[in-house]
């Protein structure tokens, strides 16, 4: 009996030990959870998305000028990645407007900029989140009266492990060569 | 004339009496902001709500980082509060000779300030409501058209801040009775991310010094405001993440 248990404990541990070493690093960005739902409604936290490398950045749906870009500067990434790089790479555009950005808003984008959503997430955080996320991000912004975002814009990568190892605000189909340079070695490392 | 004045300056430490705790009922209201926005053209609507009397002090958060190890300075998580976080303190979680107890807590982050007041069931004021309290004199609500209160606050301003920080709670209460959002310590807002004024100083050195003279950045066409507007500019340049050796906070509610 007492082997037996000794064995249960043991495949416990062994079987637990990975769960109990997903503390993340005190310089990882999972340090914050942060619950969302995407366009699919389906919730998550944002710390499963650790084991991959992530493109992250801010943007509300009813935004007529600079988050098309912010859009299309994640899809110039894309382009030129390889294959084998694109499928490891996760891309996470988090509303900085949750009030409005409801699962089918985002969807529609989704659908609109034709996002390949088994790579793209589009996401609303709960309103208490909103700053904090743009915090860890160093994204400024101020709602207007208007119901329009001013905010500054940029695309942060994540290693694996959440950590932010570069960030760019130029935004457009054009990528920053640095950022995508540090893109791809991201890829390769991991 | 005398008498007068000196009973207006008993009233605020009235209804302090009566009020009690650590927070301060404000009636909120409409009110005149000294920035321009060029979205928001009528006055800024304030709901009521209660704000701490002082800024947290170094005993307070003591309090709080023992009971929330996980902001101890040697635990923190690193994006959420720079290598000076709490530096001035002993150890994490002693204080020592540069950090007394009754003095406000400083070297702290936003996400460190959040933290606190979520912890307490409160929130960071915003912006408004700091701006709306803080035009207030120990007689008037509002006291930013009189020159003298406005030199007031600039010689506040003035001094070295590398002198000792005075203890919390040594000033007289303004008109809503609260105390030291004038000539003690910068303070968080909420909402200071929203504040987009000076140009991004993000990469120009120390927080204490260069991100300062981001200031200087600003155009400001108010001078009557200027010391509403150093405020502005210290928290438009700071990242969520950085801590000063001036910067605090309190925390405010809303009022049901």
Redesign the interface.
Same mark, same amino acid.
Request: charged share 30%; no cysteine.
């Given at each position: 009996m007492n082997k037996l248990l000794a064995i249960v404990g043991l495949c416990l541990l062994l079987v637990c030990t990975p769960a109990f070493a997903a503390q993340p690093p005190k310089d990882s960005v999972y340090a914050l959870p942060l619950p969302l739902v995407d366009q699919d409604g389906r919730s998550f936290d944002w710390r499963e998305r650790r084991g991959t490398v992530q493109l992250v950045s801010m943007f509300y749906t009813s935004c007529q000028y600079i988050c098309p870009l912010i859009v299309d500067s994640g899809k110039a990434i894309e382009r030129q990645l390889s294959a084998t790089e694109r499928a490891r790479l996760g891309l996470l555009l988090i509303s900085m407007d949750p009030a409005r950005d409801t699962p089918t808003a985002l969807r529609k984008v989704a659908t609109q900029r034709k996002l390949d959503t088994t790579r793209w997430t589009l996401a609303r955080p709960r309103p208490q989140d909103v700053r904090s996320i743009a915090g860890l991000l160093g994204i400024r912004y101020r709602l207007l009266e208007d119901g329009e975002f001013n905010h500054t814009s940029a695309l942060v990568l994540l290693d694996a492990d959440g950590r932010i190892i570069a960030r760019t605000e130029r935004m457009g189909s054009r990528p920053d060569a640095d950022f995508m340079a540090a893109v791809k070695l991201a890829l390769a490392t991991d | 004339m005398r008498r007068l004045a000196a009973l207006l300056l008993l009233l605020p430490l009235a209804g302090l009496a009566a009020g009690g705790g650590d927070y301060v009922k404000l009636p909120g209201g409409a009110f005149r902001t000294a920035l321009k926005y060029e @979205? /928001?053209?009528g006055p800024t609507r304030i709901a009521p709500f209660a704000m701490m009397r002082t800024p947290v002090s170094n005993a307070r958060f003591l309090a709080f980082v023992r009971t929330h190890p996980e902001w101890r300075r040697d635990r923190? #998580? =690193?994006? *959420?509060a720079e290598p000076r976080y709490l530096s001035h303190w002993a150890g994490p979680v002693s204080l020592g000779e540069t950090a007394r107890p009754d003095q406000p807590v400083v070297q702290v982050s936003?996400?460190a300030a959040?933290a606190y007041c979520e912890a307490e069931g409160a929130r960071l004021p915003t912006w408004d409501e700091w701006e709306y309290a803080a035009a207030a004199d120990e007689t008037r609500t509002d006291a930013r058209r009189d020159p003298r209160w406005r030199e007031r606050i600039l010689s506040w301003y003035s001094r070295p801040s590398n002198a000792p920080l005075q203890r919390v709670g040594l000033q007289a209460p303004n008109a809503y009775g609260v105390q030291e959002l004038h000539g003690l310590v910068w303070e968080w807002t909420? @909402?200071a =991310?929203?504040? *987009?004024i000076a140009e @991004?100083n /993000?990469n120009q050195g120390d927080a204490d010094n260069a991100r300062f003279c981001g200031a200087g950045a600003l155009s400001m066409d108010d001078r009557d405001n200027y010391a509403v507007l150093m405020r502005v500019a210290m928290l =438009?340049s700071l990242? #969520?993440?950085d801590t000063t050796a001036n910067m605090g906070f309190r925390c405010a509610k809303d009022l049901p």
């Open positions: - | @979205d /928001r053209t923190v #998580a =690193s994006v *959420m936003w996400f959040q909420e @909402d =991310s929203a504040l *987009m @991004d /993000r =438009s990242g #969520a993440r």
